[in-house]
């Protein structure tokens, strides 16, 4: 699966402006807006991943506004000290 890194690369993956802003219930204007703040909101995160995986693209949960995991214990450690 191809990961892509921005919210411009998210939006063309899934077909535009126009396509994203069908796909998630919200105006031309927002999905714009997405492109400039470099973050989706986090409810349009499982319609989005789904269209992805569709496409068979994927995205870091980060652009929107998800916090991931450590995948190590030592991860863990450093992030509480």
Do not use: C
Not at 13 to 23: C, I, K
Not at 32 to 38: H, I, V
Not at 40 to 67: D, H
């Amino acid at each position: 699966m191809n990961e892509l890194a921005t919210t411009s690369e998210v939006i063309d993956a899934l077909g535009g402006t126009t396509r994203v802003a069908r796909l998630t219930g919200r105006k031309l204007a927002a999905v714009s807006n997405w492109r400039e703040k470099q973050s989706f909101p986090p409810s349009t995160f499982l319609v989005m991943q789904a269209a992805l995986a569709n496409a068979e693209r994927s995205a870091p949960a980060t652009l929107w506004g998800m916090l991931v995991p450590p995948t190590t214990l030592s991860d863990e450690a450093g992030a509480a000290a």
